[in-house]
């Protein structure tokens, strides 16, 4: 399997921006996709966005694309998600995942086979 870490969390004022970052360990060698998602208190989880490994294309879920950029380093075993003007409907607990090549042409999070436990992500009107 495939561990993955969140970094970079915290708080931020509205219109602030961050960065994530989630650092894959383990039997990376099956990762083909690494993806964000959050989730806000008393809501379901929902993608933010996905990207292949090997530096193909990027997928946002609607109205992220012009605020969020998912990015990845391979060597590393890295992806990041960069965050702009940033809101407080943004707050909630990031999640980091993986899953094969299924996973991205998908982007359903019951295709990504591996998550990380989650960071807070606390933006302050």
């Known amino acids: 399997r495939v561990y993955l870490a969140e970094s970079g969390g915290g708080s931020v004022q509205a219109g602030g921006s961050g960065r994530l970052s989630c650092t894959a360990s383990g039997s990376t060698w099956m990762m083909n996709c690494m993806a964000w998602f959050r989730q806000a208190p008393g809501k379901d989880r929902e993608r933010v966005a996905g990207i292949y490994t090997n530096g193909g294309p990027a997928d946002y879920a609607g109205g992220m694309r012009d605020r969020f950029t998912i990015s990845v380093d391979s060597g590393k075993n890295m992806a990041f998600l960069q965050m702009k003007d940033l809101q407080p409907e943004d707050s909630g607990v990031y999640y980091c995942?993986?899953?094969?090549?299924?996973?991205?042409?998908?982007?359903?999070?019951?295709?990504?086979?591996?998550w990380g436990r989650g960071i807070q992500v606390t933006v302050s009107s």
């Open positions: 995942a993986a899953g094969g090549w299924e996973a991205c042409r998908t982007q359903a999070d019951k295709d990504f086979a591996d």
